[in-house]
T-cell receptor
Framework: NAGVTQTPKFQVLKTGQSMTLQCAQD?????MSWYRQDPGMGLRLIHYSVGAGITDQGEVPNGYNVSRSTTEDFPLRLLSAAPSQTSVYFC????????????FGSGTRLTVV | GEDVEQSLFLSVREGDSSVINCTYTDSSSTYLYWYKQEPGAGLQLLTY?????DMKQDQRLTVLLNKKDKHLSLRIADTQTGDSAIYFC????????????FGTGTRLQVTL
């Protein structure tokens, strides 16, 4: 049981390049989300999904796209990377509401130069 | 909207108790959580408390919730060097599509 798997773990991009951060879960959780973590700012929600085919914007969605074609996968796309998108990105899932909280992936550290 | 605040840094001696504080604004929060993040790792759920509880104890961890003041605290008894990490509080409002709102995190430093 792998839980939540994020790939890659590290990535360096040039300004203007595009890439996709992958998130896969094997827990059959309906809810999936993407956060970015920046020093002194905690975690900020980028996009989330309450089930296959349903996505919505979070607090900081600009510059990012998502899709949810299956329950297992929730990729995050950067269409044209900018230095402001240098951050650590976490994918999180939740099945049953409330007491089990979120399960986090180990993160992707992205640097845009 | 929701807002969760924490102090940024706490330093304690090994063996002492640590108390990490958090305030939140959303009175309709249903669950409140404490997560631990070690360097280079993701967030690990430590404990949680349901909004109708005042206290929860789990081994060395004690969570206190003051709903009137919207104040949450995490006490770590007999703090060890392995407890050095960033601790995040988070609130869940099940009315907002299960979105967690996180505090900025408190970095706990344990000294010998």
């Amino acid at each position: 049981n792998a839980g939540v798997t994020q790939t890659p773990k590290f990535q360096v991009l040039k300004t203007g390049q595009s890439m996709t951060l992958q998130c896969a879960q094997d827990m059959n959780h309906e809810y999936m989300s993407w956060y970015r973590q920046d020093p002194g700012m905690g975690l900020r929600l980028i996009h989330y999904s309450v089930g296959a085919g349903i996505t919505d914007q979070g607090e900081v969605p600009n510059g990012y796209n998502v899709s949810r074609s299956t329950t297992e996968d929730f990729p995050l796309r950067l269409l044209s990377a900018a230095p402001s998108q240098t951050s650590v990105y976490f994918c999180a899932t939740q099945g049953r509401q409330g007491s089990y909280g979120y399960t986090f992936g180990s993160g992707t550290r992205l640097t845009v130069v | 909207g929701e807002d969760v605040e924490q102090s940024l840094f706490l330093s304690v001696r090994e063996g002492d108790s640590s108390v990490i504080n958090c305030t939140y604004t959303d009175s309709s929060s249903t669950y409140l959580y404490w997560y631990k993040q070690e360097p280079g790792a993701g967030l690990q759920l430590l404990t949680y408390i349901f909004s109708n509880m005042d206290m929860k104890q789990d081994q060395r961890l004690t969570v206190l919730l003051n709903k009137k003041d919207k104040h949450l605290s995490l006490r770590i008894a007999d703090t060890q060097t392995g407890d050095s990490a960033i601790y995040f509080c988070a609130e869940l409002n099940t009315g907002t599509a299960s979105k967690l709102t996180f505090g900025t995190g408190t970095r706990l430093q344990v000294t010998l």
